[in-house]
């Protein structure tokens, strides 16, 4: 379980929108099995009103219609922490979850004053961040370096960071010039504190994450799979 000091650190957004609902079960399903301990505030913040809940979870509705960075926005006032974990509906996690490892990036953002750590092993970095074991430079001269999801980070950098109403894809190539411009502090951990299985792309089930969800009885909906040729 995390700690009572990191809870009163530390919450985890999970980004959705009503075309995705159908994950919803499933995610929640896996994140609470394999993250039973947790005891934080976990949000999930989508678009369009539902009465839908979920063990563990408040849901939040930004909107119709509402982009990525509203949504975002409208969850804000409800997260009291410094810290969040940002996360997405297609990314499952499939494999225990490690309180411990999530608290020792958290003690490192408060000693080094991080910004954001990038808990996705992407874009590929080999310079060790001052030493620390499993944690690398992210060099913001370069574009793409600061993705939207999963990592971890200061709830009031991520704010500064939202300046007008865009979608996921146009939020995300915006990341890190802001990021430069900030001067942000900012850091990738390839530590596999929070691992997932990616099961959508372009709305349509990856053939592996389609295996996996079939094998474990875990999606009875009618999104349609990739082809060989599309993967």
């Known amino acids: 379980m995390i700690s009572m ?5 530390f919450s985890v957004i999970i980004s959705t929108c009503d075309k995705f609902s159908d994950l919803w079960d499933a995610h929640f399903k896996l994140l609470n099995k394999n993250w039973a301990n947790r005891g934080i505030n976990t949000f999930l913040v989508t678009d ?3 009465d839908r809940t ?3 979870v408040e849901v939040v509705s930004a909107g119709e219609g509402k982009e990525i960075t509203e949504r975002i926005t409208a969850v804000f006032p409800k997260v009291k922490t410094e810290y969040v974990l940002v996360t997405l509906d297609d990314y499952f996690d499939i494999y225990p979850i490690s309180s411990k490892k999530i608290e020792r990036l958290l003690d490192i953002m408060e000693k080094e004053k991080l910004d954001y750590i990038c808990i996705f092993d992407r874009p590929k970095t080999t310079v ?3 030493g620390y074991d499993g944690l690398f430079e992210v060099d913001l001269t370069k574009d793409y370096r600061v993705n939207l999801y999963p990592g971890i980070w200061r709830k009031d950098f991520m704010k500064k960071t939202i300046r007008e109403p865009l ?3 146009m939020y995300e190539v915006s990341l890190t010039p802001i990021a430069r411009e900030l001067g942000a502090r900012c850091a990738q951990s390839k530590g596999g504190e929070f691992p997932i ?5 372009k709305g ?3 053939r592996k994450s389609n295996r996996y969800l079939k094998k474990h009885n875990l999606y009875h909906g009618h999104r349609p799979v990739r082809t060989v040729k599309e993967e």
């Open 167 to 169: 979608n996921a894809w």
């Open 128 to 130: 060790k961040y001052k």
């Open 204 to 206: 349509k089930f990856l």
């Open 5 to 9: 000091k990191q809870k009163n650190d």
């Open 54 to 56: 979920f063990e563990g």
């Open 48 to 50: 369009n009103p539902t």
């Open 197 to 201: 299985l990616d099961i959508v792309r």
